[in-house]
Structures are given as structure tokens and as C-alpha cells.
């Protein structure tokens, strides 16, 4: 299995255009022990040339454009990327979708309730249906697994078993429309597994820590969390005001009841914070926090980080 992390950052990337908070600051002015990042996004393979995609970002054609494995090649007008996996609503989720409008067939796999919201819901994202069989939409269901295939049907050699994490679908769709949708079919928790077996597990929002989200862990090779904030009060604190970590529906990485403390038993996963938000401290490599998360034995994912299991 192959996995390249196009991007690493939460919404915003790093820096973010309109902050200024002393971590962007001091990445700008080249003083930062640290380096930029674009916002999440993954990108996974079973033979190095057939691509899925975990979501699309914001910065997904930049993020293409620096990573050679996902380049055309052969004839014009054909990528290796074959299929698009979303997880959820957000438009750091499903705003790069737009980016792949151009006449290119690939499949989506989504829940009902998230085709609902971008197909039904959002006239914009008909551009990627302008002819036939552009993209095909398959519908999946949170506790299901299934084998993951390109926009003709062939096996990629992929297997995903999803389940749901939390029920808060986006601030634009509204209570009108989302008295239409399935809760649980807001945000999925993700497992990837190789035809060799090896496993990896895609957690970069994650509300709440409990013994089966545990349990899916433990069977992972890989594990990518939710490393978004670093204390609960931190925007509260950055900005002077604002909504905690835990009602943005982030576990924070520090306190009593944050990842650090709460995952220090789950042993077998190689263990990589993802989806890290421009103002948390982690990011400076010069800093305590970063020293502690990496004595816990965490790393901090970094953009254009390759890894082969």
C-alpha cells in the first residue's frame, strides 16, 4: 500500500491568508521552527498506479501538481486518480471535487445524505455530470465494507470499511434541509486495507474516543488523528473568543481527556497527528508541545510525507 499526504493542515492551511497569530507571524517572516502546510488530504494506493482519494480538497490541483505519482501520463487527458472517498460535507472535504470537472470519468463514493447535499442541494457540483458516465456516484452506508473500484467497474485492490463519527453536517446546509438527512451519515471514521492486509486507519475529526474506535485502531497498521487543536480553550485564547475544540467537535491532543492521554494504551499503529490547525503550538518544532507529542511516541504528519506498508 502506498500513501501520500498531499496535506496536513485544518481548514486554512499554514498560514492561514487572514491570521496572525504568533505561529503564522513568525512562518511568514522565516522565523518559525516549523513548516507551512496545505489543507488534508490523502491519497492511496494498492500498486503505486491507481489512485483513491480521501476527500478533495481546497488545494487539490496544487497539491497534484507536487506529487509526480499523481500526474497524467501515457495520453492526454488521463490521470491515475480513479476514485474520490468522502467522508463528509465540509467544503475543505468536497471543494477540490471542482477541481476535477474537466471531462475526466472517476467515481465517488459517499453517503446518501452527503450526495443529497452536494448533487441535490448544490446545482454547483452538476459540473462534474456534463456527459454521461463523468462520474459515477456510488452510495455507501456507515458499517459497511466494500471494494473499492474505478469509474468502469476494475478492482483498485482496496477494501474500506466505514462507520459513522459524529452527526454535524456543515454550517450552509440548513435545518430545513438537514431534516432530510441521516445523522450518522454526517462524518465517517475510515479503514483502508491493502490486498497485502495492511490496514489503515483515517481519523482527522474525531468528537468523542471510546473502546470500539479503540478497537478499530488496534487493527491498524497506520493511524492518522485528529490533531486539529491542542488544548480546548485554544481558539478562545488565540482569538479572545470563539467556540472550544469539543464543540467545534475536536478532541483536543492535551488535557485529562485529550488523544495524548486517552490513545497512550493503543500500541500496535504507527501514530501520526493530521488535519493540525494553523494555530496549535505542536507545529513548532522548537516548542514543548512538539517535544512532548513526539516523546509519546506521535508524529505530525507533514505535507508530501510518502509511506509504503
Known amino acids: 500500500m502506498y500513501i501520500e499526504i498531499l496535506g496536513s493542515a485544518a481548514g486554512g492551511g499554514f498560514p492561514q491568508w487572514n491570521c496572525n497569530c504568533v505561529n503564522c507571524r513568525s512562518l511568514r517572516a522565516g522565523t518559525f521552527a516549523g513548516k507551512p502546510r496545505t489543507q488534508t488530504q490523502f491519497a492511496i494506493s494498492d500498486d503505486g498506479e491507481h489512485w ?19 500526474h497524467p501520463r501515457r495520453v492526454q487527458r488521463t ?52 456527459i454521461p458516465r463523468q462520474v459515477d456516484w456510488k452510495t ?26 459524529r452527526n454535524r453536517y456543515p454550517v450552509y446546509v440548513s435545518e430545513e434541509q438537514r431534516a432530510g438527512l441521516v445523522p450518522e451519515e454526517a462524518s465517517l471514521g475510515l479503514i483502508v486495507q491493502s490486498s497485502s492486509g495492511k490496514r489503515v486507519t483515517c481519523l482527522p475529526a474525531v468528537s468523542t474516543i471510546d473502546e470500539a474506535l479503540r478497537g478499530r485502531m488496534e487493527s491498524s497498521d497506520v493511524l492518522f488523528f ?84
Not at 52 to 70: G, K, W
Not at 295 to 309: F, K, M
Request: net charge negative; aromatic share 6%; charged share 20%.
Open 140 to 165: 455507501i452506508k456507515p458499517a459497511q465494507s466494500f471494494a473499492v473500484a474505478d469509474n468502469s467497474g476494475e478492482n483498485l485492490g482496496l477494501c474500506c470499511e466505514v462507520f459513522s463519527l
Open 52 to 70: 483513491l482519494l480521501l476527500n478533495a480538497s481546497p488545494d487539490l490541483r496544487l497539491q497534484i501538481e507536487t506529487t509526480p505519482a499523481l
Open 79 to 130: 490521470s491515475p486518480i480513479c476514485t474520490v472517498l468522502l467522508t463528509g460535507a465540509d467544503l475543505d472535504q468536497t471543494a477540490g471535487l471542482l477541481s476535477l470537472r474537466e471531462l475526466q470519468p472517476f467515481r465517488i463514493y459517499c453517503t446518501s445524505s452527503l450526495r443529497r447535499v452536494l448533487r441535490e442541494q448544490n446545482n454547483v457540483f452538476g459540473m462534474l455530470n456534463r
Open 226 to 309: 485528529d490533531g486539529t487543536f491542542w488544548s480546548d480553550d485554544e481558539l478562545i485564547r488565540v482569538l479572545g473568543s470563539g467556540a472550544t475544540a469539543r464543540d467545534m467537535g475536536h478532541v483536543p491532543v492535551s488535557g485529562p481527556d485529550g488523544s495524548l492521554e486517552s490513545l497512550a494504551g493503543v500500541k500496535r499503529p504507527r501514530k501520526i497527528y493530521i488535519h493540525v490547525n494553523n494555530t496549535n503550538p505542536m507545529l513548532n518544532e522548537a516548542g514543548p508541545e512538539y517535544a512532548e507529542v513526539r516523546a509519546q511516541g506521535w508524529e505530525i504528519a507533514e505535507d508530501g510525507w510518502r509511506l509504503e506498508l
